[in-house]
């Protein structure tokens, strides 16, 4: 599980259920709950200027940067680097 607060007021955290969760710092509330990634993610960010948005990486090779006042996502899928 990793944990990502930019704001003092949230964390994001990953988990093995193959989503992000944001909470509240001060309560431990659960905020939103970000479903999309085919594999467990391994690190989520928060954007350095702009708390709404965070991006998070999974074992499936990709990149999903949400903006999760609105769940709204945009996937990036990373290639494979084949090792000769």
Known sequence: RYLDSVNSRTLASTHGDHTV?????????LIRQLEGH????WTV???PTNSRIVASGCLGFQVRVWDWNFQKESVRKQRKVERE
């Open 38 to 41: 085919p594999r467990t993610p």
């Open 21 to 29: 969760k944001i909470t509240c710092a001060h309560t431990g509330r």
């Open 45 to 47: 960010k928060y954007h």
